[in-house]
């Protein structure tokens, strides 16, 4: 069977590929096996066209990894669907053949969300990149999923609106927190999502709804497990008259966190509040040569008019002051502003720079506010502990942070290491009432963690719900529960 199917395929290869390459993808197949590859892939080309479908061997293993340390898990074939019609087609003809599917953003998810733990075929979403309606008046707009954040807010130029955050990812998406407008609330108002069967639903019609269940939120943080997203409508918010960008070092992590308690308290409409550990400073000051004194920092961001940022800044500069804050710079220009935050944006690059030719991995998790000081200490003393090289960035205002771990991932000690070290930290969050990961999701990595966390009754209802939307288990198999 596997030698015919073999054959087949051979024949179907738009790309050079190995024979053992292919052979061992076949091997893993259990789902394929079922269906005739050779029809699937026609079909696949009768609803994307020959360019809409890639068996390639570069093409697949690139689809099957992310951003994680876990290892690559490639799809048997990538496709391309333009529209909602074609996504539903080809879900269609997988749910007949009972082939998993995967749907892929931009492959930058944390937690080895679009591995191919069965095989089966990726959904790309690249192709679907159009801004569809925008509705000043009602400060939302709809797009499919290939649309950027960046490409959005270009869109949006002169409209004097803008959007905050990235796409709706399924993920947590980019939500640094403790903003004003939008903080504890969702971006988006209604999807669209192609379920497994290939049944196009739309989550819910109106901006403000009390109708029925809340299935933009259970679709928003399904990981793709649920339904493919199709559409999108996110809430959009005028752009602030003016900004202002600070910048404060602390003398440790309770100084800083006490500093944004008492900031949020005062009623402070902050828009950014931002944190970095004294490692992660030291590295941003040697990679974009700062002089940032090698301390706990914070950094601030105000939206908002002229006159009302004068007083957040004297108010916000007075509390850190009073929790022995120093060296508190604060600019209104976009060049000072770009230079204060420096720091802060080359976090990441910052980090891979402290061990070149290593990889980084950044987990996170999040805790009530008040319980940040003492788990970033144990954290830091963890690492020490453990000869690991993880610097700290944290959305201080809502309690999540996120250790930007540099590791050399051809050191299988090293790996490991790093590996406790994560569920070490996701256990101390759940010791202090918290989460283990506040934005980077569950995928392949956590899924225990979630068990943890939830306990056995939660997450059978969760396995209901899954069984429910997808009775063949055919939707990202192997991530979240
Ligand atoms: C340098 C760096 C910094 C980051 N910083 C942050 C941060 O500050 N905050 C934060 O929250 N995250 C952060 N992330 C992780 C972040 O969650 C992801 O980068 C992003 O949200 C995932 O989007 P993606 O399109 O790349 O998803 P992918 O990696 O492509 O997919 C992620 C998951 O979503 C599913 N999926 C993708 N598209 C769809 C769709 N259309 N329908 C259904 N399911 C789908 C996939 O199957 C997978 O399970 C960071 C990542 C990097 C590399």
Not at 214 to 232: C, I, M, P, Q, W
Not at 252 to 271: C, F, K, R
Request: with cysteine.
């Amino acid at each position: 069977m596997a030698l015919a199917l073999l054959r087949h395929m051979r024949c179907l290869c738009t790309l050079p590929r190995t024979v053992a390459a292919l052979q061992s993808s076949i091997d893993k197949r259990s789902y394929a096996e079922r269906g005739s590859l050779e029809r699937v892939v026609s079909a696949f080309r009768a609803v994307v066209g020959d360019d809409g479908v890639s068996l390639g061997a570069a093409v697949r293993e690139q689809h099957g990894k992310d951003e994680s340390v876990h290892s690559c898990q490639p799809p048997d074939v990538v496709v391309w669907p333009r529209s909602v019609e074609e996504v539903s087609a080809l879900a269609k003809i997988c749910h007949h053949h009972r082939l998993p599917i995967i749907p892929f953003g931009t492959g930058t998810g944390l937690e080895g969300g679009v591995g191919a733990m069965k095989g089966g075929v990726c959904f790309s979403l690249r192709k679907m990149d159009s801004v569809l309606d925008l509705h000043q008046e009602d400060f939302d707009v709809t797009v499919e999923p290939g649309v950027t954040r960046k490409a959005l807010n270009a869109y949006l130029r002169d409209t004097g609106l803008w959007f905050p955050v990235g796409w709706c990812s399924p993920t947590a998406a980019w939500l640094p927190p403790a903003r004003r407008a939008p903080t504890g609330r969702r971006h988006q108002v209604n999807l669209e999502v192609v379920l497994a069967d290939g049944t196009i639903i739309h989550t819910q019609r109106s901006r403000k709804t009390a109708a029925g269940y809340n299935l933009t939120n259970l679709f928003v943080g399904s990981e793709g497990t649920l339904g493919v997203l199709t559409k999108a409508t996110l809430r959009l918010y005028g752009v602030p008259e003016a900004l202002v960008s600070a910048v404060c070092s602390f003398p440790s992590v309770q100084a800083a966190v006490d500093s944004t308690v008492h900031i949020l308290q005062a009623g402070i409409p902050i828009a950014r509040i931002e944190f970095l550990d004294d490692v992660m400073i030291d590295a941003c000051n040697r990679y974009s040569a700062l002089s940032y004194p090698v301390s706990p920092t914070l950094f601030l961001e105000f939206h908002g008019t002229e006159r009302g940022l004068e007083e957040q800044v004297s108010i916000t500069e007075e509390i850190t002051q009073g929790n022995c804050g120093s060296d508190f710079s604060w600019a209104r220009d976009t060049e000072t502003r770009a230079r204060l935050w420096k720091a802060r944006h080359d976090a990441w690059y910052a980090a891979l720079a402290l061990r070149p030719g290593c990889r980084a991995y950044a987990t996170d998790v999040c805790v009530p506010i008040s319980h940040l000081p003492q788990i970033i200490v144990e954290t830091k003393k963890d690492l020490t502990e453990n000869h690991l090289t993880g610097p700290i960035a944290g959305h201080v205002g809502d309690g999540n942070f996120h250790c930007l771990m540099v590791l050399d991932p051809h050191d299988p000690d090293e790996v490991k290491r790093v590996h406790h070290f994560t569920e070490r930290l996701a256990r101390r969050a759940l010791a202090l009432d918290g989460t283990c990961t506040g934005e980077h999701g569950v995928g392949l990595g956590k899924r225990a963690l979630l068990r943890e966390e939830l306990g056995p009754l939660a997450m059978e209802v969760m396995q209901g719900l899954k069984a429910a939307l997808d009775p063949k288990n055919l939707m990202n198999p192997g991530k979240v529960l």
